[in-house]
């Protein structure tokens, strides 16, 4: 169906725009969870896993390496480390929303501060898993270029 050359650059794509996709929204959550830590502070109490000062820690490191990776991403800082941790990060995050679905928690979960509601449910599986996927590529996409020694 494609050629050679149309399969790399239909690759070069998806990569890019996984890529991009990625940073902007480890920058965006980061961002709006900095603004308004409230959401996350909430779903996280509802949950009752964690103590008042893990739950203190958790709401201010969490957007900080958000933004930190993001950050890395968009200016090509350590891609390698920076596509492993978001990958791990992403991975808890759809962990966190099957967990938090299967709990039956009703509020906002937090992702995107306030700016962006976010309830429990299917619908946030579905958008981890597709934010896991495009991070996925990216990995693959990496650890090929690279050589699975290097990565």
């Not at 995107?112 to 429990?120: A, K, T, W």
């Not at 579905?126 to 650890?143: D, P, S």
């Amino acid at each position: 169906l494609l050629n050679r050359t149309g399969k790399r650059e239909f690759e070069k794509i998806l990569f890019n725009f996984s890529y991009y996709l990625i940073s902007g929204v480890l920058l965006f959550s980061g961002i709006t969870k900095l603004i308004d830590p409230a959401p996350l502070i909430e779903t996280l109490k509802a949950i009752q896993l964690f103590p008042d000062e893990i739950l203190i820690f958790i709401s201010t490191t969490l957007p900080v390496a958000e933004i930190g990776l993001g950050t890395m991403l968009l200016l090509k800082i350590k891609e390698k480390l920076a596509i492993k941790f978001s990958f791990v990060l992403f991975l808890l995050f759809f962990l966190f929303s099957i967990y938090g679905t299967y709990l039956g928690l009703e509020n906002d979960c937090g992702c995107f501060g306030s700016i962006v509601e976010g309830g429990f449910g299917v619908g946030i599986i579905l958008r981890n898993i597709f934010f896991l996927c495009l991070n996925l590529i990216l990995v693959i996409k990496i650890r090929e270029h690279l050589g699975p020694d290097e990565f």
